[in-house]
């Protein structure tokens, strides 16, 4: 099994991270990805060059800013995904840690390369929230 972390100090508070990664039904930030539906804890979407996703939330923590996800139905032959998402506070900056197993390995380049993209959305998305809320 692959462990792959990526861990990036982020120049926004951990509050206004958590309203983009926390809202699991939330896609602006995730690229490739249009629209994501949630019934029960079972959130689907359809992925660009992959296909029909459905991630199992296993764990969405508002007040310790936690979110922790396994992909349960995949088009790949994927046999175990296990990914967690954590915010730590840094007054007003935040450390944002991701973290995922996969298995087999051969996943692994795929999955950290989407990790690495998605990390990039996030920022976008809060840069454009921050020039948003600034104009108001």
Same mark, same amino acid.
């Given at each position: 099994? @692959?462990?792959?972390?990526l861990?990036?100090?982020?120049?926004?508070?951990?509050? &206004?991270?958590?309203?983009?990664?926390g809202?699991v039904?939330?896609?602006d930030?995730?690229?490739?990805?249009?629209? %994501?539906?949630?019934?029960? &804890? %079972?959130r689907?979407?359809a992925?660009?060059?992959v296909g029909?996703? +459905?991630?199992k %939330?296993?764990l969405?923590?508002?007040?310790?800013?936690?979110?922790? $996800?396994?992909?349960?139905?995949?088009?790949?032959?994927?046999?175990?995904?296990l990914?967690?998402i954590?915010?730590?506070?840094?007054?007003?900056?935040?450390?944002?840690?991701?973290?995922?197993? %996969? +298995?087999? &390995?051969? $996943?692994?380049?795929?999955v950290?390369?989407?990790? @690495?993209?998605s990390i990039?959305?996030?920022? =976008?998305?809060?840069?454009?929230?921050?020039?948003q809320d =600034?104009?108001?």
């Open positions: 099994m @692959k462990r792959i972390k861990e990036e100090e982020l120049p926004f508070n951990s509050s &206004d991270i958590w309203k983009v990664v809202n039904t939330r896609a930030w995730l690229p490739s990805v249009d629209k %994501i539906t949630l019934q029960d &804890d %079972i689907s979407f992925m660009e060059g029909d996703v +459905q991630e %939330i296993l969405c923590d508002d007040q310790n800013h936690r979110l922790q $996800y396994s992909a349960i139905k995949t088009p790949s032959g994927i046999e175990h995904h990914s967690t954590q915010l730590t506070a840094l007054g007003e900056h935040c450390l944002f840690s991701w973290s995922t197993e %996969i +298995q087999p &390995d051969e $996943y692994a380049p795929i950290e390369h989407g990790m @690495k993209i990039a959305g996030l920022k =976008a998305a809060l840069a454009l929230a921050a020039t =600034a104009g108001s």
